[in-house]
């Protein structure tokens, strides 16, 4: 089986100040781990995906993401934060469940304080 | 061309109607899938299209029927729905329905059953 945990409901940070979203996996065989972001009342946007490689990930709007193997942790980043990052993460894990399927983590709320 | 298109924007039906939900997306992609999203919940898988054909129903109601027509349209039917199926459906597309693949997600049709 395959699961994604966030421990946080919400993150605060200050604009300016590094970020950090949380999320540790439980998966059976190789992981395929993500990050989406979703704005108000918007669908949900790709960030960034671990596939295999480099454990430093780069994605989209400055965000980087850090796979873990032996904490089976794949933490979001950004160095500095703007306000217009507040929204809400969702950490996934993409593989074979009796077909190819996307789990979800149960999601991040950030809010960025200018 | 990166996106994938919903229509409607806003449903709202009563427990009688029959009406459809559509997404469309022109990148080639060969799977499409329809996720169920309730308020800062993460989104729940309900169908995954394959080249076209039905590959995966996580057990959803026969009150959701959906439709894949051609490779770049996706149907979802909807038929004597409840108060409780209110949500937002969320259409997404990927090359493949395969591990590591990236999902692109529409903005999301907010439906509303009285």
């Known amino acids: 089986a395959q699961s994604v945990a966030q421990p946080e409901d919400q993150v605060n940070v200050a604009e300016g100040n590094p970020l950090t979203v949380k999320c540790t996996y439980s998966?059976?065989?190789?992981?395929?781990l993500f990050w989406y972001v979703q704005y108000p009342n918007r669908g949900l946007q790709f960030l960034l995906k671990y596939i295999t490689g480099d454990n430093l990930v780069k994605g989209s709007y400055g965000f980087e993401a850090e796979f873990n193997k032996s904490q089976t942790s794949f933490h979001l980043k950004k160095p500095s934060a703007l306000v217009s990052d507040s929204a809400l993460y969702f950490c996934a894990v993409n593989g074979y469940t009796g077909g190819f399927k996307t789990i979800f983590g149960a999601g991040t709320r950030l809010f960025v304080k200018a | 061309d990166t996106e994938v298109t919903q229509t409607p924007k806003h449903l709202v039906m009563g427990m009688t109607n029959k009406k459809s939900l559509k997404c469309e997306q022109h990148m080639g992609h060969r799977a499409m899938y329809w996720y169920k999203q309730k308020a800062k919940k993460p989104p729940e898988l309900m169908f995954v299209y394959s080249y076209e054909k039905l590959s995966i129903n996580e057990s959803v109601p026969s009150r959701f029927s959906p439709e894949c027509p051609n490779s770049s349209l996706l149907n979802l039917h909807l038929h004597a729905l409840q108060p409780e199926d209110s949500a937002l459906y969320l259409c997404a597309s990927s090359k493949l329905a395969g591990e590591g693949e990236t999902q692109y997600f529409g903005p999301g049709t907010r439906l509303l059953v009285l």
């Open positions: 998966v059976s065989g190789n992981p395929y």
